[in-house]
């Protein structure tokens, strides 16, 4: 299960597991966002390459509106699958 | 030489997903094997099965057997198809590439060769099998 919860100044709270059964439903709702965004990763539990599709069409989104995508608190495993990815070299992570 | 298996068959869905994600938990559990190998496993998994259905041509149930020996855990995908689609065959992907030129496609099999030291198929009588096999400290 995955929840996105919007906070203030931004900020997607991201909690539990974005693979494929929830990814379309995490790029609609992002999608419905306006940047820049942070995402709070420190409650994801775990992603998959359909999540990290996820993450990367809505930094294309952004970046093509002048905007920006950060991610921050990531735990090591999932952290881990971006640098699989070699995302974790130029997406800003923090 | 691998010992204790068990299977689970599950519909071409992503709902299967959560089936698959507790079925490895069971596995872990009855072969005392440590949590810490579940995430690495549900994503050589996810990105098989996911691979199956949107990609492969056929119908049924997959089946995901999994099975330990000392140091190592064999992953195998069984699914009915017309022809043989052999993810192992898959071009590897380029992620060096700027951000804005990369595609998303391919990642989930790079990161089964990642995360994999075996990996292989089989096509024999209209059944696809996709074999993977992960070294684990047992």
Not at chain 1, 27 to 47: K, N, R
Not at chain 2, 8 to 32: G, I, K, N
Not at chain 2, 68 to 86: K, M, Q, T, Y
Request: hydrophobic letters at 50%.
């Amino acid at each position: 299960m995955l929840e996105l919860r919007v906070e203030p100044a931004g900020v997607v709270i991201v909690k539990g597991r974005l693979d494929a059964a929830e990814s379309d439903r995490a790029l609609a709702a992002l999608a419905a966002l306006p940047g820049p965004l942070t995402l709070d990763c420190s409650q994801m539990e775990y992603i998959s390459s359909a999540g990290i599709s996820v993450i990367m069409q809505t930094w294309k989104r952004l970046a093509a509106q002048g905007s920006s995508l950060k991610l921050v608190g990531l735990i090591p495993r999932v952290r881990s699958v971006f640098a699989y990815a070699g995302l974790d070299r130029v997406l800003d992570i923090q | 030489m691998f010992f204790a298996s068990m299977e689970q068959a599950v519909p071409r869905t992503m709902e299967s997903l959560a089936v698959l994600v507790d079925f490895v938990r069971e596995f872990l559990a009855a072969e005392r094997l440590s949590t810490e190998l579940a995430f690495d496993m549900d994503l050589v998994i996810e990105e098989l099965f996911t691979n199956l259905v949107r990609h492969a041509r056929g119908g049924g149930d997959i089946h995901v057997l999994l099975e330990h020996a000392p140091g190592e855990v064999r992953i195998r995908l069984l699914a009915a198809e017309a022809s043989p689609f052999d993810p192992a065959a898959a071009p590897r992907v380029q992620i060096d590439l700027p951000l804005a030129e990369r595609r998303a496609g391919g990642l989930g099999i790079h990161f089964v060769r990642e995360l994999c030291k075996q990996f292989h198929y089989e096509w024999r009588d209209g059944v696809g099998t996709t074999t993977v096999v992960m070294g684990v400290t047992s």
